[in-house]
């Protein structure tokens, strides 16, 4: 194994490494002359013990160490070393020193590892000089301390690592003597002079962060992008995580690791955003922190023009939920291949920089042959693993280089895990920092001093979105890194085409070798049911409408977010998104649908019934037919057929009624189902379902009606006789008026009376004659009949 033979280089300097443990012993030697010259009652030797002991039981003092500087010190150097000590027991402790004590070198990365189960403080301690002392301390109240020491005084003999111990010595009341009632303890690492080698480490700056935006968009042209919450806003502003990461990010020569999703929803920010009330779909509020989005996003920009950026799938998709839980369901991996492409398109379009897709990071590193398979199936050829999971089982004395070819063409990148989970925790607490940071540095030389000739790339891939606590530990780390002199920074592709050593493992772990504890967080094989079942919805929603992006994108997306590794360990929350997710999607689809119909009546043998489409949408759709079918088509008819179908376009916010002939053969109810089809024949929607009431012709009406016909026909012939008649009268008395005339003429040519009578001056009294001579003719169309 690596770890087998755990060993330190030797230094560089062999004579100056002799004048050192010289000084050392030289200085030590009144020392030891005065332990010899002690008495020995039991209180005499209870003061020089040889493990951490306390008056009122296991650490009686708690001592928190702050602050180191410099973290990587060299000669000339003075160590300052900052901290407090608190009594946690129940009584007074007096007579309290805090000092330094150095121990030997230590002999292996594994030590470094098992340094805190040491019991022991044996080592060296720094003098008198180098002390601050508390005439008391009282319990629960905390004492700061700050002792300078420089660095020949602390015995620093060969290049390696070293085991710092700052120690509280005082005595209670129950043991009035000196003891050793608090420790803590660190490393130091010394490397003076740069080794001839020095390792080549790539450090992953990861820009990752939850999901944050939904599938919802406004109706507007824009279609303003609705998101869960507000708290990316609060991410991005000063003293955020995501800023934190990117102001000190930029100041490192780090391998730039983002989530496309980030940027997408950054860029949505700066141009206005809606955000949920209490989770809500139905009640939203404007967002309000356009400018801090745009800050951001430009200040990315401008840091990583010059920087390699890694692009991983957009949204960051599960690789290990999919190959234990989601490849088993059909079209789950076309999401990760949809993901893979849009990734490089995003980056590009805002940060205008190309990334590298290549690149596959499952969660932890951790893999097996399934993980690799998804991970490659979208096109990446290299995996970023871990060393807990692709671990070493040759004769290796030293770590190798992380890049390992592990068949098909792949590369595992395999990151080194005692560097890389060094920053998890509770980073807040300004001891926990401190301590991080140094075991970082002690396990980075060690590494280093394994092999001194043997140059070696290492990556250092950290969780993937560490708090603001967190990255400032490693921004710390990272500059003492860069400031020392047995490491250079590399890219991660410069890591991944580094010659692998022919001794490393490129066996990949059984499935069964899958640690149970991240198995536990996967998503759940229903989860990528949904998701797929969410997607043929989609399919059948889009192909109706008339513009197809509106919905295609923003159901994308949020469909490659519900697949994000970071649900991890958020069942509940997973569950909420996906739901929300498909629910939209179904109250859209809703948007378009047949309007119930209530009971149709049919009073003859052909008639036409109208089916009205509702769009409820703000965009036309088409590429619909609507069916109409009679389940009794020997009762009733549509058109000549049992169905008929017709082509339906609505513009948004619209209905229309479509029209369809029926024909009844017989009396009584028929039902009749009227259902939208899409053009490849797939249901849209549900069907509804009416009866048509037919009420035919009966022998009684008919006869009815005949009889009515025949009084028609009998009135219109009495009316012609009648004409007729009278038309005949008006020529005979014609005929007798022109026989009077000619009798009139042949008479003596005297006036009768009536003549004379005629020019005779006209009384009063005699009758005035008609205005107008009587008209016998039927009267014409229009005109009025006088009788």
């Given amino acids: 194994m690596a770890e087998a033979a755990d060993f330190q280089g030797t230094s560089p300097s062999p004579a100056r490494r002799w004048l050192r443990r010289t000084g050392a012993l030289l200085a030590g030697a009144p020392l030891l002359a005065g332990a010899l010259q002690l008495p020995t009652s039991p209180s005499v030797n209870a003061a020089v013990p040889t493990t951490v002991a306390e008056a009122t039981g296991p650490s009686t003092v708690d001592v928190s160490l702050d602050s180191l500087s410099p973290r990587v010190p060299s000669d000339g150097d003075t160590l300052t070393v900052s901290g407090r000590v608190v009594n946690k027991g129940k009584q007074t402790v007096t007579d309290a020193s805090v000092g330094l004590r150095v121990g030997p070198t230590m002999n292996g990365r594994s030590a470094i590892d098992n340094a805190d189960d040491n019991n022991e403080y044996a080592g060296t301690q720094a003098g008198d000089k180098y002390e601050e002392k508390f005439s008391k301390l009282t319990p629960g109240v905390a004492q700061t301390f700050s002792i300078s020491v420089p660095v020949d005084k602390l015995a620093l003999s060969s290049d390696g690592v070293y085991q710092l111990g700052v120690t509280l010595a005082g005595q209670t009341a129950a043991t009035p003597y000196e003891r050793i009632l608090g420790i803590e303890r660190t490393f130091l690492p010394w490397q003076p002079d740069a080794p001839d080698t020095k390792s080549r480490t790539t450090f992953l700056w990861p820009l990752i962060s ?46 730039w690791v983002i989530d496309p999703d980030l940027l997408a929803s950054v860029d949505a920010m700066t141009r206005g955003y809606r955000v949920q009330v209490n989770g809500s779909s139905t009640t939203t509020t404007a967002g309000t922190h356009q400018a801090v989005a745009k800050q951001w996003l430009a200040e990315l920009e401008k840091t990583v023009a010059d920087k390699e950026v890694v692009a991983l799938p957009f949204a960051d998709p599960d690789l290990a939920s999919l190959a234990h839980k989601g490849k088993p369901v059909t079209g789950s991996l076309s999401h990760l291949k949809d993901a893979t492409t849009v990734a490089a398109t995003t980056v590009q379009s805002i940060l ?118 967190q990255a400032q530990t490693m921004a710390q780390a990272l500059t003492a890194l860069q400031s020392g002199n047995w490491s250079q ?28 504890s991240l198995r536990k967080q996967e998503l759940p094989q229903p989860a990528f049911v949904q998701i797929e079942r969410t997607q043929g919805e989609l399919d059948s929603f889009q192909v109706i409408l008339a513009d197809k992006s509106r919905v295609a994108t923003p159901f994308g997306r949020a469909m490659d977010r ?68 009679s389940t009794q088509p020997s009762r009733l008819s549509i058109g000549e057929e049992a169905f008929d179908e017709q082509p339906v376009a609505v513009s948004g916010g619209h209905s229309q009624s479509v029209k369809f002939t029926t024909n009844a053969h017989a009396n009584g109810r028929s039902a009749v189902v009227a259902q939208l089809f899409t053009e490849d024949g797939e249901a849209y929607g549900p069907a509804i379902t009416f009866d048509v009431r037919v009420t035919e012709i009966t022998p009684t009406v008919m006869l009815v009606i005949a009889g009515g016909v025949l009084l028609l026909v009998l009135a219109g012939f009495r009316m012609y006789t009648q004409r007729k008649r009278a038309a005949s009268r008006h020529a005979e008395q014609e005929s ?22 005629a020019d005779d001056p006209e009384h009063p009294s005699d009758p005035s004659p008609d205005t107008a001579p009587e008209v016998t003719d039927p009267s014409g169309t229009g005109e009025r009949v006088d009788r």
């Fill in 562 to 629: 519900a697949m994000s590794t970071s649900w991890r360990g958020l069942t509940t929350e997973a569950t909420v998104y996906r739901d929300g997710v498909e629910q939209y999607l179904i109250g859209l689809t809703e948007g378009v649908g047949l309007i119930e119909k209530s009971e149709a009546k049919l009073s003859g043998r052909s008639a036409t019934i109208p089916v009205t489409v509702q769009n409820n949408l703000v965009q036309g759709v088409d590429h619909l037919v609507l069916r109409l079918t």
């Fill in 736 to 757: 007798e008026n022109v026989h009077a005339d000619d009798e009139a003429e042949d008479a003596p040519d005297e006036p009768s009376g009536a003549e004379s009578r």
């Fill in 210 to 255: 939850t999901s944050h935006m939904t599938a919802e968009t406004g109706s507007n042209e824009q279609q303003t992008p609705v998101f869960k919450d507000d708290g990316l806003a609060a991410e991005l502003s000063p003293g955020g995580r995501l800023q934190q990461l990117l102001s000190l990010g930029k100041n490192l020569d780090v391998t």
């Fill in 352 to 469: 205008h920089v190309t990334p590298s897709t290549d690149y596959a990071w499952p969660a932890n590193g951790a893999i097996d042959p399934s993980i690799v398979k998804v991970a490659t199936s979208a096109g990446a050829d290299t995996v970023i693993s871990r060393s807990d999971s692709l671990k070493e089982t040759g004769t290796l004395p030293y770590t190798p280089s992380a890049a390992r070819p592990i068949g098909g063409g792949t590369t595992a990148v395999v990151a080194d895990a005692r560097l890389s989970t060094v920053f998890q925790g509770d980073m807040t607490v300004a001891g926990n920092s401190t301590l991080a940071v140094q075991r970082f540095l002690a396990q980075s030389l060690m590494l280093t001093l394994q092999a001194p000739d043997r140059q070696r790339s290492v990556v250092v891939a950290p969780q993937r979105m560490p708090t603001g606590s």
């Fill in 489 to 516: 920074s590399a890219g991660l592709a410069a890591a991944a085409k580094a010659k692998p050593d022919p001794g490393a493992t490129t066996r990949v772990p059984s499935a069964s070798s899958y640690p149970p």
